[in-house]
């Protein structure tokens, strides 16, 4: 006898999320995280990415059902059919950038990001940055509001809010796009290789300070960032088949 799925439900602080859980846990119940074989959550885009983060210590996979907004992270949500549609689900991997970031008083923080770092100016005075990438710098000073690091998965959230390019699941690349460049006027970023290690140095910190963001953990007054693919850790989505991640990105891209 195959015994049932263990899950551990995660909504979002709402009444709409709570009433979709509500009748999910009297038919399955609700077991602590770590005793989980699947984490089911319930909400919103930036719930689901909670999620995900509390995922990673105990690797547990994630299936998000919409209870929120946008939703691209998650399924459609029913309140029947779970156990199946569990059974059915593609699995999606993908591993989170690291960012390391060092403030003008001489701390380090570190965090991960399945969505984007970015860097944003602080206060009305522009934001002046140094971007190196492997070693080489490729930008002396770029002067705007700030940059995004986005991952393939995160290029739909705020990167492409920010004009930046939507990337295919599997491309292997991460985009570089700034936010309201003022010099250089005519660069509108870059595709990197997944496998790049990314340091972005703030000129003038002092005077023009920057805030370091990795999906919603916040560094202020940082002097420099460095971002690289943790390949160390591994993260798992869970999707109905016919909410492939793959493609819906792609259909991201012809959306008018």
Not at 25 to 40: M, N, Q, R, T
Not at 44 to 66: E, Q, T, W, Y
Not at 141 to 161: F, Q
Request: hydrophobic share 45%.
């Amino acid at each position: 006898m195959i015994e049932p799925m263990k899950i551990h439900f995660y909504p979002a602080d709402t009444e709409k999320a709570t009433a979709g859980r509500d009748p999910l846990v009297a038919e399955f119940g609700d077991v602590p995280l770590e005793e989980a074989d699947v984490i089911v959550a319930c909400g919103g885009d930036g719930l689901m990415l909670r999620a995900l983060h509390d995922s990673i210590r105990h690797r547990k996979p994630v299936f998000g059902m919409n209870r929120g907004s946008v939703g691209f992270l998650l399924n459609e949500y029913r309140a029947d059919g779970l156990a199946a549609r569990l059974a059915k689900a593609h699995t999606v991997r993908i591993n989170p950038l690291h960012m390391r970031a060092r403030t003008t008083n001489g701390e380090t923080h570190a965090a991960l990001a399945i969505n984007e770092v970015s860097l944003l100016r602080e206060t009305h005075q522009t934001a002046k940055l140094r971007i190196t990438v492997d070693g080489v710098v490729r930008l002396e000073e770029l002067s705007g509001d700030g940059i995004i690091v986005a991952t393939p998965a995160g290029s739909t959230a705020y990167n492409l809010a920010a004009h930046g390019p939507i990337i295919p699941l599997g491309a292997g690349i991460m985009a570089l796009t700034p936010l309201s460049p003022f010099r250089p006027r005519r660069w509108r970023g870059a595709l990197l290789p997944l496998s790049s290690r990314i340091r972005l140095d703030v000129l003038d910190a002092d005077k023009r300070p920057v805030a370091a963001v990795a999906d919603f953990t916040e560094v202020r007054d940082v002097e420099s960032v460095e971002i690289w693919r943790d390949k160390a850790i591994e993260i798992s989505l869970l999707f109905d088949p016919e909410m492939n991640l793959a493609e819906r990105i792609i259909k991201e891209q012809f959306m008018p």
